[in-house]
C-alpha cells in the first residue's frame, strides 16, 4: 500500500529496514553505510621482509558491499649509513593474502632523513561479510638504510595524521 | 627519542640487522628474520654514545666560513683601502690588482 505524505506533515513510526535501498530510487539515499577510522605510531624497520605495523577490522552490513580503505600518513627514508637509494613498499594483507600495495623511492645517498606524505585509497570488492587488513611495512633499496611511517623528525603532533580509515560503501 | 635514533645505534652494532622498531620505543623492537636481539642496556649506551659524537661537533657544524676565495678577495679589498698594507703586501696585492686591470668588470 502506498503512503502518501500530506503536506509537510511527516512520517513517523516506520519500523527499522521496512524500506530498502533497492527501494529507492536512483541516486537517493546514502551509500556510505559506516565509517570506521583509526590511528599507529610510529613504525620503522631496516628489514626487506614485510612486518605488520597495525590493523583494521570492519563487519559490513551486506557482504556485497565494498570497503574504501584509506591509509595516510608520512614516508621517511634514512640513507645516512650509505649505499644507494633507500625506499619502501606498504602492504595491505587479508587472512594472510596481499590484497594491495604501494611503494616509495626516497633518500638516495644522501645522509639525512627524507619525508613525504602518503595518501592511499583502494577499493576492496571482496565478497565477504567481515575484514582484519594487516597492513604491513617492508624496506627496499640500499642495504643499510631504513624506512619508516609517520615520522617527521621529532614532531609528536603529526601523530595526528597517521590514519586509517575505513568506509562501507552499498553495493 | 625516535625510532630513527634507536636504528642508528642498533645498525652500528650490527650493519645487517633486520628490525622492526615501533612508537619510538626501546621496548618495543621486533628482531626480524633471525637477527640476534641486542641487549636494551647496549643500545642506550650506543645511542647515548652517538649523541655525544653528534654534540662534540656542534663546533663544526656552526662554524661554516666563507670560501677561500671569498676570503682572499676580502684580505685584498681591505689591503686596498690601507697604503700601508698596499706596501707590506707589495707582491700579492699587485699580482691580483694585475688582472683586475686587464680584465676590468663591466659597468
Not at chain 1, 631496516?46 to 600518513?73: D, H, P, Q, R
Not at chain 1, 595491505?92 to 645517498?109: I, N
Request: glycine share 8%.
Amino acid at each position: 500500500m502506498a503512503i502518501t505524505r500530506l503536506g509537510t506533515n511527516s512520517i513517523t513510526g516506520l519500523p527499522d529496514g521496512i524500506v530498502s535501498s533497492a527501494s529507492l530510487a536512483s541516486g537517493v539515499g546514502g551509500k556510505i553505510l559506516q565509517v570506521a577510522q583509526t590511528t599507529y605510531g610510529d613504525t620503522s624497520t631496516t628489514s626487506s621482509s614485510y612486518s605488520e605495523f597495525t590493523t583494521a577490522s570492519i563487519t559490513k552490513s551486506s557482504a556485497s558491499n565494498k570497503v574504501l580503505v584509506g591509509l595516510y600518513g608520512n614516508w621517511s627514508t634514512d640513507a645516512a649509513y650509505d649505499s644507494g637509494w633507500s625506499g619502501g613498499n606498504i602492504a595491505v594483507y587479508v587472512g594472510g593474502v596481499k590484497r594491495f600495495s604501494t611503494g616509495y623511492k626516497g633518500g638516495e645517498s644522501i645522509g639525512n632523513i627524507v619525508t613525504n606524505q602518503i595518501a592511499c585509497n583502494w577499493l576492496d570488492s571482496t565478497n565477504e561479510s567481515s575484514a582484519t587488513y594487516s597492513f604491513q611495512i617492508r624496506l627496499i633499496g640500499g642495504d643499510t638504510s631504513s624506512v619508516g611511517i609517520s615520522r617527521i623528525h621529532d614532531d609528536a603532533m603529526n601523530y595526528n595524521a597517521n590514519r586509517i580509515i575505513l568506509m562501507e560503501i552499498a553495493g | 627519542m625516535n625510532n630513527n635514533k634507536i636504528i642508528k645505534a642498533i645498525l652500528k652494532i650490527n650493519p645487517n640487522a633486520e628490525v622492526l622498531v615501533s612508537d619510538n620505543d626501546i621496548n618495543k623492537i621486533s628482531w626480524l628474520n633471525g637477527t640476534t636481539p641486542i641487549p636494551k642496556a647496549d643500545i642506550e649506551a650506543k645511542m647515548a654514545e652517538l649523541q655525544a659524537e653528534y654534540d662534540a661537533n656542534q663546533y663544526q657544524r656552526d662554524r661554516v666560513y666563507p670560501s677561500i676565495g671569498d676570503q682572499l678577495d676580502m684580505l685584498w679589498h681591505s689591503i686596498d683601502q690601507n697604503p700601508k698594507l698596499k706596501s707590506e703586501y707589495f707582491e700579492f696585492y699587485e699580482a691580483i690588482k694585475a688582472v683586475k686591470v686587464k680584465h676590468p668588470k663591466n659597468g
